[in-house]
């Protein structure tokens, strides 16, 4: 199974207002675990860069000044997207710069029956607890402490390792496979088979009463003073 966490660096809260999506970053995870492919870019904004947004995220007008627009490298980020689920944190809010800059270079949005929202994943996991990406790194024991500002790429690498622990850990992707099989017992998909032990095939005992064993037990309950399950008045 293919999925892509990202993350994205904006020049404010709102493209509805016209702001514009600078930097992203990418990381593709192959059944729970990180594949070693990412994507990450950084895009000149056509604007200029509010001091508050700066200060979250440290990318400056002037260090944007000579990356490509978006659209000259929206092929290459479709191409790496593919048609896997995508997941962010307060992923609407991604999603909805990415299609912002998708539409500006003429191309289709992402549909959002691919969302995987970690925010809504946390509400329901851990109920009335904090759900930033720092809160819950801390929570889930993952190290952030070369985390100065954010960044799409880091803030990307955070978030699949979080993702991963919450929804199983490292555990899901050991693969349970049966080693070896006995002879006379076929093993049971996605298990392991016993080590050292080598014992006969025993067919299932029947679960229901035989006649004999009904007839016993009826007669023992006829033998029974008063029993309180019947009605004695």
């Known amino acids: 199974m293919r999925e892509i966490i990202f993350d994205t660096e904006t020049t404010g809260l709102d493209p509805r207002a016209g702001h514009?999506?600078?930097?992203?970053?990418?990381i593709e995870l192959i059944d729970r675990r990180e594949s070693g492919r990412t994507f990450h870019a950084y895009f000149h904004p056509e604007r200029d860069m509010?001091?508050?947004a700066?200060?979250?995220?440290?990318l400056s007008i002037q260090f944007l000044s000579d990356k490509p627009l978006f659209a000259t490298r929206v092929d290459d980020l479709i191409e790496f997207l593919g048609d896997a689920p995508l997941v962010a944190h307060n992923a609407a809010f991604d999603f909805g710069f990415v299609n912002a800059e998708l539409a500006r270079a003429g191309r289709g949005a992402l549909d959002m029956a691919r969302m995987c929202c970690?925010?809504?994943?946390a509400r329901k996991l851990h109920p009335g607890a904090k759900h930033s990406l720092d809160a819950l790194c801390t929570r889930y024991g993952i190290d952030r402490s070369h985390r100065v500002k954010h960044g799409a790429l880091l803030d990307a690498e955070l978030l699949a390792h979080l993702y991963i622990e919450m929804t199983g850990g490292r555990q899901i992707g050991l693969g349970l496979a049966a080693t070896g099989t006995n002879a006379a017992s076929p093993a049971t998909p996605g298990l392991a088979a016993p080590r050292g032990i080598d014992r006969p095939f025993r067919?299932?005992?029947p679960h229901m009463a035989s006649a004999a064993e009904l007839a016993r037990h009826a007669e023992f309950v006829a033998g029974l003073n008063q029993?309180?399950?019947l009605?004695?008045?």
């Open 231 to 233: 009605d004695t008045v």
């Open 50 to 52: 509010p001091a508050e």
């Open 227 to 229: 029993p309180l399950w």
């Open 20 to 26: 514009r999506l600078v930097e992203i970053g990418c």
């Open 203 to 205: 067919e299932p005992r």
């Open 118 to 121: 970690t925010v809504q994943m």
């Open 54 to 58: 700066e200060a979250v995220h440290g």
